[in-house]
């Protein structure tokens, strides 16, 4: 494997950036000075970046490393480079979970409403793990999950308040500034093991894009690997989910963005690469939202992420359309 | 060593042909004919483990030794496999596909057309150039047996050739190779070239409802066609 400083230098700055930069100019000579010193403290700016901005920034971080690592396992699982972590339907399971537990004035906070969601799909998926033989069976149940959850979340729209319908939407928009330093936390941690879990079965995965049947004449355990991915895949999905909304566009458009620059690369490679572009696009597309905040028009993270990725990803495709046709 | 079956029955949830025993010499080119649909492809994947068998079993025999196919991790050193697509969309380099299943430089001692293609990336080889690299993968995985199925089925003529010569190489090395094919004349006149001491030990069968009925190794190309016809 080849360390990229590049790349991680550029989650980094982005990292920084993204802590440093905002509304309140906060004084960080005396914040930093007063780490080692143990000086006067200003106890706004202390308390912005503590709770408001560290939060955020390490959110956005995890979950865009997160969501890029769960699009690479998707396309490479279901070797189609226009699967992405939604198709599982358990980001479809977390929308059904925050519309019954909103629209049906449950009292249940929402990000605890989509976990269960979430959950609730994944375990739907693990019943029928022994049955879908092939990832493209996996594949249509979750498009089918995806069709009922909207039904349904349509026909509870129909006849919820205003109030409701407007968190609801609101949930649906996603965003980074919900977190809380513990939530972030545990998405930081999440972030290590679905790496170290990424790092351990690169080899398998490089064995399954030459084949399904050949993949396993090389010894890869085909039922055991399936088990791992939807295990962490529901794990982290429904973790990020409840922490951020349904992010729709990061873990389909990161590994295109990643192999754009890098198309010649296994997965060990790309474990890497992906995993800072992820943190560079969430990070970067949440600075974009807050700054529109600042202009007060508010932009939603998902719009904000589909604006940015559609046109990169139309590009990358356009660029490279005889790989995929 | 030889690979034996033992009163197998193949396919999914009903058996393809009547049960199969037969065993196959270590060291031969076995070529196993049929039409579409007798199960040729079916027969390969069980013996490789990756379907199991209905009835039956496939071992590989010494006089000393005998191995299962469900202990898929040392069944893997003996047995590996060659499909008849090369696969797509793969980001991998040649060096880095060989890499999966040994050193890369052992393959190219062997197949030394290999190391112009060592830094491209598998799928912007031509199928004829990666169905090569997929069979020095497959190479490198197991000296001894050999499973292809059609080979040469997308290849045009240079790239068949190619991969009949790598089967030879195979061979001389001490390997065994079974191989489902259409290409009659490929596999004539491979059997009419191959070193004599190879296709002493080799056979050709034809699968069908009725099981694996032989034919002989030197059989003329006419009378192949008329066998399957």
Redesign the interface.
């Known amino acids: 494997m080849k360390i990229r400083p590049l790349l991680l230098l550029m989650m980094l700055l982005a990292f920084v950036l993204h802590v440093a930069l905002g509304e309140v100019d906060i004084a960080w000579g005396g914040l930093l000075g007063a780490m080692f010193t143990g000086g006067e403290v200003n106890d706004l700016h202390a308390t912005i970046v503590k709770e408001v901005r560290m939060p955020r920034a390490l959110t956005a971080m995890a979950s865009g490393t997160l969501l890029g690592w769960l699009g690479l396992l998707m396309q490479t699982w279901f070797?189609n480079?226009l699967a992405g972590p939604g198709v599982l339907g358990i980001t479809s399971g977390g929308s059904l979970g925050v519309a019954l537990a909103v629209l049906l004035g449950l009292a249940l906070p929402a990000w605890m409403a989509a976990a269960v969601g979430c959950f609730v799909v994944l375990l739907l998926i693990g019943v029928g793990a022994r049955r879908f033989v092939s990832p493209v069976t996996t594949l249509v149940f979750g498009l089918m999950i995806s069709y009922a959850v909207s039904a349904i979340v349509t026909v509870l729209q129909s006849s919820a308040t205003a109030e409701a319908l407007q968190t609801f939407v609101f949930w649906g928009m996603g965003t980074f500034a919900k977190a809380s330093l513990s939530q972030a936390m545990f998405c930081v941690g999440l972030q290590a093991l679905l790496g170290m879990w990424m790092m351990r079965r690169a080899?398998w995965l490089?064995?399954w894009?030459?084949?399904e049947?050949?993949a396993?004449?090389?010894?890869v355990?085909k039922s055991r690997l399936h088990l791992e991915i939807l295990l962490l895949t529901g794990l982290v999905l429904g973790v990020v989910t409840s922490v951020c909304g349904p992010l729709a566009f990061l873990g389909l458009a990161t590994p295109h963005v990643y192999?754009f620059f890098h198309?010649?690369?296994?997965h060990l490679d790309?474990i890497q690469g992906i995993g800072a572009w992820g943190a560079v696009l969430a990070l970067l597309a949440d600075g974009v939202v807050r700054f529109t905040d600042s202009l007060a028009m508010h932009w939603p993270l998902n719009a904000v992420l589909a604006i940015l990725g559609a046109p990169v990803v139309l590009a990358v495709l356009w660029k490279r359309n005889h790989?995929?046709s | 060593m030889n690979l034996v079956l033992n009163d197998l029955e193949v396919g999914h949830m009903h058996p393809l042909t009547a049960p199969l025993t037969r065993s196959f010499g270590a060291g031969g080119m076995h070529v196993v004919l049929g039409a579409n649909g007798a199960g040729k492809t079916t027969l390969l994947r069980t013996v490789l483990g990756v379907q199991s068998p209905l009835k039956g079993e496939v071992v590989l025999k010494t006089e000393t030794n005998v191995l299962r196919a469900n202990d898929i991790s040392t069944w893997g050193k003996h047995v590996a496999f060659v499909p008849s697509m090369p696969p797509k969309h793969v980001g991998l380099t040649v060096a880095e596909v060989l890499s999966l299943s040994g050193p890369w430089e052992e393959a190219v001692s062997y197949h030394p057309q290999l190391e112009p293609w060592l830094n491209r990336r598998l799928s912007t080889l031509s199928d004829g150039q990666a169905q090569q690299v997929m069979a020095a993968r497959a190479m490198l995985q197991s000296k001894d047996w050999l499973m292809l199925d059609e080979p040469t089925a997308f290849l045009d003529i240079r790239g068949q050739r190619h991969l009949w010569e790598m089967l030879t190489t195979h061979l001389n090395r001490g390997g065994s190779v079974m191989l489902a094919t259409h290409d009659l004349r490929g596999m004539h006149r491979w059997m009419h070239e191959a070193p004599a001491d190879i296709t002493a030990l080799s056979s050709i069968h034809q699968l069908s409802t009725q099981g694996l009925s032989p034919l002989a190794y030197d059989a003329s190309l006419d009378a192949l066609e008329a066998a399957l016809g």
Do not use: H, N, V
Request: charged share 35%; glycine share 14%.
């Open positions: 070797r480079p080899k490089d064995m894009t030459l084949g049947d050949l396993q004449t090389m010894g355990p192999r198309p010649d690369r296994g790309a790989d995929w």
